[in-house]
């Protein structure tokens, strides 16, 4: 074979993010194939790296280092995943070694001993869509494609009460069906299970396998080997399954990729939709992105004309969903409730719950927060009592002297409140209460004695599914176990708590809470029931009283376009101490010119619950860096070179660089 080994190392430096060429020697000959992992010595020590080719000729000036060793013949890294993660590094400023820690897990030896386990796969038949996808426009054409091998791109909005997880269980054996792989991304194990027991009914046992953080390193690795040598051709799984080498991949999907559970929270921080895209994209694969709601996103996606919308006509939407009320939507409740404004339960969510408890129907109850939180509103309307200063939210002082005076200081700015006005109602009394799920299980449980109260999540364990019974299910946003039949009522509490967050993605984060809940009641001819207790007058309520979460994304995408936030420009964010920070904001503008736009800086609030021996000796500074969507390649190169001049010069500093950061607030 050719002489020469082109070498990815696993050195964490940027200025070293190149291949390196190496000698192979001849007792390395056959056992040093493209994608195996190797041993060679770099800067006199040695160290790890992959083995990406094999090539005749160098352009390097000088003798080479050998490669010292083998490590295993197994190919672990697949050419596709090679070119995925270097693309996935170049779009985040990272480094593609940091990539390939994500997309290849650590070798277990005794494991790639093993005989394998795989069993040869029957072919698989195509799906029917006339129960399912047909059900959606442009629902039927999908699935067609999917058995023709071709690369269709979609976005797909489910219906309240759809089984999502038979769906893509049914794209992935059409996908199956035409020779191809599939792949599909889910938020958490829960969803992982309900989609494995889908996969096991429509496509069998032994033709999918699940790729999971919990299942341990041994048996990550024993299935990930299973996916790597081709005997499976379907994958589901978190994450870190959005690298999984599929052979002749021919689908990737996504379901809920507004959950902050993609986000990889170590550098380079690649989001799992980003990934399947540049997957789609690089490999001329099928892409499916879904949900119940819809992200900015997602909608680029589709206004953009890289993918087409899967919806349902609204007659069938107006079917399937059940009657959502939200607080002073018509003049007769407040007649009906005085206190409606200012109660936690109001009226209209009371009756509904003891309706369906009176028809033997388990009832949801979503409340943002776990346990028994403290808070301040005014003692009039209940509304959350604010800063004047920040809108931020006030809280009363952990502790104080006993001849101190207490007042009120803002969670946000710090500034104490010495005389405060409702800007809602106008009154000057504060009242202090207690929210959480904890708190709300015992009121619950005094306002409706004899019916059984169960907790989800929230520092308690999270139930698999409700009893099918008349019963009560507190649970927070996330953690919503499903009913046999579904629930005859959710009640979407403390809206405010959702809505009052600082963050770009505040409305778009809460729809898709509150969707993922009233989606598990039972339809309105049925006496389904949805109570959101927020103003009915607030857009993000609008859309979801008419389920309309495509509406709500085209607004949302074209306020970011209007005041320039992303997906609508590329964003990065720059965190460190601020010298080091301003040098590399210096020279990315000294790059771009013009083309970009540097937001602060900013002090970073310290974390309180941090521990003081890691603290910065200094406060830290964050820069917001903003460019076009056209100019984001050059960007990411420019903090690329920015970040390797720093390591060049052997900077000790760090400086934590993010592009398109999930949170911006």
């Known amino acids: 074979m050719a002489p020469i080994a082109r070498v990815v190392v696993d050195v964490p430096l940027t200025h070293l993010d190149r291949t390196f060429d190496y000698r192979v020697p001849q007792h390395l000959d056959t056992e040093a194939q493209p994608g195996v ?360 002082p952990a502790r104080a002297a006993a001849d101190e005076a207490v007042l009120p200081s803002c969670r946000w700015c710090g500034r104490s409140e010495s005389a405060f006005r409702c800007g809602h109602c106008g009154s000057r009394r504060l009242r202090a209460a207690v929210v959480g799920s904890g708190r709300t299980a015992e009121e619950l449980g005094r306002a409706f004695p004899g019916v059984p109260v169960k907790a989800s999540g929230g520092g308690v364990a999270v139930l698999d599914s409700a009893a099918d019974r008349a019963e009560l299910v507190v649970a927070t946003p996330g953690a919503e176990p499903p009913a046999p039949h579904g629930y005859g009522a959710a009640l979407l509490l403390d809206g405010w708590a959702l809505l009052g967050r600082a963050d770009l993605r505040v409305a778009e984060e809460t729809l898709r809470r509150w969707m993922a809940a009233a989606a598990l009641v039972v339809p309105h001819a049925e006496g389904g029931r949805v109570v959101v207790v927020a103003p009915s007058d607030l857009p993000v309520v609008q859309a979801l009283v008419r389920w309309d979460p495509v509406g709500h994304a085209a607004a949302e995408l074209a306020a970011r376009e209007e005041v320039g936030f992303p997906p609508a420009v590329r964003m990065a964010c720059v965190e460190g101490p601020p010298a080091a920070v301003a040098s590399l904001v210096e020279h990315v503008e000294q790059q771009l010119g013009d083309a970009v736009e540097a937001l602060g800086p900013v002090e970073i609030e310290p974390d309180p619950k941090a521990d003081p021996r890691t603290a910065p000796e200094e406060p830290e500074e964050r820069v917001l860096l903003r460019v076009k969507r056209t100019d984001g390649k050059a960007l990411a190169t420019a903090l690329h070179t920015a970040q390797a001049a720093r390591t060049a010069r052997k900077a000790t500093d760090v400086v934590r660089v993010q592009l398109d950061p999930p949170a911006i607030g």
């Open 37 to 396: 992992r190797i041993k060679v010595r770099f800067a006199g020590r040695p160290v790890d790296g992959f083995l990406l080719e094999r090539a005749e000729t160098t352009e390097h000036v000088g003798d080479l280092a050998w490669v010292e060793r083998v490590v295993s013949p197994e190919p672990a890294l697949a050419p596709e995943i090679a070119v995925l993660a270097r693309a996935v590094a170049d779009r985040g400023a990272g480094m593609m070694c940091d990539v390939l820690r994500l997309a290849v897990p650590p070798r277990h030896a005794r494991v790639e001993a093993e005989a394998p386990r795989g069993r040869a796969v029957g072919p698989i038949d195509p799906p029917d869509p006339a129960a399912g996808w047909a059900r959606y426009r442009h629902g039927a054409a999908l699935l067609e494609a999917l058995r023709a091998g071709r690369a269709a791109h979609a976005v797909w909005q489910a219906l309240p009460g759809e089984d999502w997880a038979a769906r893509l269980a049914e794209a992935a054996a059409a996908t199956a069906s035409a020779g191809k792989g599939a792949l599909v991304v889910v938020p958490d194990q829960r969803d992982v299970a309900a989609l494995e027991r889908a996969c096991a009914t429509v496509l069998g046992e032994d033709a999918f396998v699940a790729l999971t953080a919990d299942l341990g390193p041994a048996e990550r690795y024993r299935r990930w080997l299973a996916v790597r040598r081709g005997t499976v051709p379907v994958v589901i799984g978190t994450r870190a399954a959005a690298f999984a080498p599929v052979h002749d991949l021919g689908l990737v999907a996504i379901w809920d990729d507004g959950d902050d559970s993609h986000a990889e929270p170590r550098a380079p921080y690649p989001h799992a939709r980003d990934v399947l895209v540049l997957r789609a994209h690089t490999g001329g694969v099928a892409m499916l992105v879904a949900g119940h709601a819809r992200t900015a996103e997602g909608q680029l996606l589709v206004e953009s004309g890289w993918a087409r919308e899967v919806v349902a006509e609204r007659v069938t939407v107006r079917a399937a969903m059940p009657r959502i009320t939200a607080i002073g939507e018509t003049s007769a409740q407040e007649e009906q409730d005085p206190a409606l404004r200012a109660a936690r339960l109001p009226h209209p969510a009371f009756e509904a719950a003891r309706a369906a408890l009176n028809a033997g129907r388990p009832v949801l109850v979503q409340v943002p927060r776990a346990g028994y939180v403290p808070w301040l509103a005014c003692a009039g309307c209940r509304e959350t009592a604010r800063c004047r200063h920040c809108a931020g939210p006030l809280e009363l």
